[in-house]
C-alpha cells in the first residue's frame, strides 16, 4: 500500500510566501500551479515593506523571454499592489521600485553572471570588452575547431579515435557522434580530472568472443534443415565467423573492425528469433542447448559492450581534450564567452575572492529563483 497522503493546505502556503518575509523558502509543485506568480507576488510584498530595494534584487528565470515577462508581471502587481489600501510608507516603497524597475536584475543565471563579470573584469581575469556568445554562435564556433582538429587528427589517427569512427549507426555518423562528444566535454569542462578506466584487454576480450562465437556457428551448422527457425537466427553468427576467417586469409586480423562488428551481432541475433522451434535438432544436440549457448553469447557480448564502452570513452576523453583546447583558443582570440565561460569565471570569481563575495553579498539582499536547474552544480554554487 502507498503511504497517506500528508494533508496539505495551499491557501496557508501561498500566505507564508507572501507573509513570512524573513525565512528563505523552496517551492515545489507542478507545471501550471502558479509558482511565478507566487515569486512575483512575494517580490512585491518585499518591496513595500521596505526590507530592500528593486536594485538591490537579483531574480533569476531560465530563459530571457521568461525575464521579460517576469518583469512585465511584476510592473502590473506593483500597480495592483499601490491601489490597495496600505500605508503611505509601503505606497512610497511600491512607488520608487516602479520608477526604478528597470534596475532590478532579472535575467537568466548567464546574464547575472555577466553582470558580475563586467563589474569586476581585473579581478575576474577578462578582457572587460569581452562579448557573450549565444548556443548557436557557440556551436559555430565550436565546430570550426572540430573541422580543424579532426582534419589534423585524420592525418595520424590516434588508436581511440580510430575504433570511434570504426562505429557504425544508423541514426548519425561517426563524425557527428565525435563532435557531439566533444561539445558534451567542452560543456562540462569544469571537471577536468581524468575519468576512471577498468582494466580491459580488447585483443583478449575480442578472441575469447570469436572462440565462442565459432562453437555457436558450428551448433548452427550441424543442424540439417537450412529453413530450421533456430538455425536461421543464428545465420548472423555463422556469416561473422565465415566473413572474418576470409578476412584473415589475406591479412592480420582487425581488432578495431571486429569491435565494431561484435557490436553489431546482438541486434542481428535477435532480430530474427521467433522461439527455438520443436523437434530435434541435430544429432547429439538439443534445441535447448543451443539456445542457451546463444543466450550465454548475448550475455558475454552484453558485458563486453559495456566494458569497450567505458574504456573507449576515456581514452576519448583524453583524445578530445586537444578539441576543448582548440575550442578555447578560439573563443579567447575572438573575445567571447560561452554560457559555461560565464558559470565558470562568476563561480570562481565569488568563491575565490572573499573581498568581491563580501561586496555582492552586501550589495544583493534577496535572491529570487524562478525555475532552479538543480541539475547544474555550477548554478547552485554560484547562488
Same mark, same amino acid.
Given at each position: 500500500?502507498?503511504?497517506?497522503?500528508?494533508?496539505?493546505?495551499?491557501?496557508?502556503?501561498?500566505?507564508?510566501? &507572501?507573509?513570512?518575509?524573513?525565512?528563505?523558502?523552496?517551492?515545489? @509543485?507542478?507545471?501550471?500551479?502558479?509558482?511565478?506568480?507566487?515569486?512575483?507576488?512575494?517580490?512585491?510584498?518585499?518591496?513595500?515593506?521596505?526590507?530592500?530595494?528593486?536594485?538591490?534584487?537579483?531574480?533569476?528565470?531560465?530563459?530571457?523571454?521568461?525575464?521579460?515577462?517576469?518583469?512585465?508581471?511584476?510592473?502590473?502587481? #506593483?500597480?495592483?499592489?499601490?491601489?490597495?489600501? +496600505?500605508?503611505?510608507?509601503?505606497?512610497?516603497?511600491?512607488?520608487?521600485?516602479?520608477?526604478?524597475?528597470?534596475? !532590478?536584475?532579472?535575467?537568466? +543565471?548567464?546574464?547575472?553572471? @555577466?553582470?558580475?563579470?563586467?563589474?569586476?573584469?581585473?579581478?575576474?581575469?577578462?578582457?572587460?570588452?569581452?562579448?557573450?556568445?549565444?548556443?548557436?554562435?557557440?556551436?559555430?564556433?565550436?565546430?570550426?575547431?572540430?573541422?580543424?582538429?579532426?582534419?589534423?587528427?585524420?592525418?595520424?589517427?590516434?588508436?581511440?579515435?580510430?575504433?570511434?569512427?570504426?562505429?557504425?549507426?544508423?541514426?548519425?555518423?561517426?563524425?557527428? =557522434?565525435?563532435?557531439?562528444?566533444? *561539445?558534451?566535454? !567542452?560543456? *562540462? =569542462?569544469?571537471?577536468?580530472?581524468? *575519468?576512471?578506466?577498468? !582494466?580491459?584487454?580488447?585483443?583478449?576480450?575480442?578472441?575469447?568472443?570469436?572462440?565462442?562465437?565459432?562453437? #555457436?556457428?558450428?551448433?548452427?551448422?550441424?543442424?540439417?534443415?537450412?529453413?530450421?527457425?533456430?538455425?536461421?537466427?543464428?545465420?548472423?553468427?555463422?556469416?561473422?565467423?565465415?566473413?572474418?576467417?576470409? @578476412?584473415?586469409?589475406?591479412?592480420? =586480423?582487425?581488432?578495431?573492425?571486429?569491435?565494431?562488428?561484435?557490436?553489431?551481432?546482438?541486434?542481428?541475433?535477435?532480430?530474427?528469433?521467433?522461439?527455438?522451434? =520443436?523437434?530435434?535438432?541435430?544429432?547429439?544436440?538439443?534445441?535447448?542447448?543451443?539456445?542457451?549457448?546463444?543466450?550465454?553469447? #548475448?550475455?558475454? #557480448?552484453?558485458?563486453?559492450?559495456? &566494458?569497450?564502452?567505458?574504456?573507449?570513452?576515456?581514452?576519448?576523453?583524453?583524445?578530445?581534450?586537444?578539441?576543448?583546447?582548440?575550442?578555447?583558443?578560439?573563443?579567447?582570440?575572438?573575445?567571447?564567452?560561452?554560457?559555461?565561460?560565464?558559470? +565558470?569565471? !562568476?563561480?570562481?570569481?565569488?568563491?575565490?575572492?572573499?573581498?568581491?563575495?563580501?561586496?555582492?553579498?552586501?550589495?544583493?539582499?534577496?535572491?529570487?529563483?524562478?525555475?532552479?536547474?538543480?541539475?547544474?552544480?555550477?548554478?547552485?554554487? +554560484?547562488?
Amino acid at each position: 500500500m502507498s503511504p497517506p497522503v500528508p494533508n496539505f493546505d495551499d491557501a496557508a502556503a501561498r500566505q507564508a510566501l &507572501r507573509r513570512d518575509l524573513d525565512r528563505s523558502f523552496i517551492v515545489e @509543485a507542478a507545471a501550471g500551479t502558479g509558482k511565478t506568480s507566487e515569486l512575483a507576488y512575494r517580490l512585491v510584498e518585499v518591496l513595500k515593506s521596505g526590507r530592500t530595494t528593486v536594485d538591490r534584487v537579483v531574480a533569476v528565470t531560465f530563459t530571457r523571454k521568461a525575464a521579460g515577462e517576469m518583469k512585465l508581471r511584476l510592473r502590473q502587481y #506593483l500597480d495592483a499592489a499601490r491601489e490597495a489600501e +496600505i500605508t503611505r510608507q509601503e505606497k512610497a516603497n511600491l512607488e520608487h521600485a516602479i520608477a526604478h524597475l528597470e534596475e !532590478a536584475h532579472i535575467g537568466t +543565471i548567464h546574464s547575472f553572471c @555577466a553582470e558580475i563579470l563586467r563589474e569586476r573584469p581585473v579581478e575576474a581575469r577578462v578582457d572587460p570588452g569581452f562579448q557573450e556568445l549565444s548556443e548557436d554562435q557557440a556551436q559555430a564556433l565550436y565546430e570550426r575547431a572540430f573541422q580543424a582538429w579532426i582534419h589534423q587528427k585524420l592525418s595520424d589517427l590516434p588508436p581511440a579515435l580510430e575504433r570511434a569512427l570504426a562505429r557504425g549507426n544508423r541514426a548519425e555518423s561517426p563524425l557527428e =557522434r565525435l563532435q557531439a562528444a566533444g *561539445w558534451k566535454l !567542452a560543456e *562540462w =569542462r569544469d571537471f577536468p580530472a581524468p *575519468w576512471r578506466r577498468e !582494466a580491459f584487454d580488447l585483443r583478449r576480450e575480442a578472441d575469447r568472443l570469436l572462440e565462442r562465437l565459432r562453437e #555457436l556457428a558450428q551448433m548452427a551448422l550441424q543442424c540439417p534443415k537450412t529453413n530450421d527457425f533456430l538455425r536461421q537466427t543464428l545465420k548472423p553468427a555463422v556469416e561473422l565467423v565465415q566473413s572474418l576467417e576470409r @578476412a584473415e586469409a589475406v591479412r592480420a =586480423r582487425d581488432y578495431c573492425a571486429m569491435e565494431t562488428l561484435l557490436l553489431e551481432l546482438p541486434r542481428k541475433l535477435r532480430k530474427g528469433y521467433r522461439g527455438k522451434g =520443436r523437434g530435434p535438432f541435430a544429432a547429439g544436440l538439443t534445441r535447448d542447448q543451443v539456445l542457451a549457448a546463444r543466450d550465454s553469447l #548475448l550475455a558475454s #557480448l552484453a558485458d563486453f559492450e559495456r &566494458r569497450a564502452n567505458a574504456e573507449l570513452a576515456s581514452l576519448l576523453h583524453d583524445e578530445l581534450h586537444d578539441l576543448v583546447e582548440r575550442y578555447e583558443q578560439h573563443k579567447r582570440r575572438a573575445g567571447k564567452l560561452d554560457f559555461v565561460d560565464l558559470l +565558470i569565471l !562568476a563561480r570562481n570569481l565569488v568563491r575565490d575572492n572573499a573581498e568581491v563575495r563580501r561586496y555582492l553579498q552586501q550589495r544583493f539582499t534577496h535572491i529570487f529563483v524562478d525555475e532552479f536547474q538543480d541539475t547544474d552544480p555550477l548554478q547552485a554554487e +554560484i547562488l
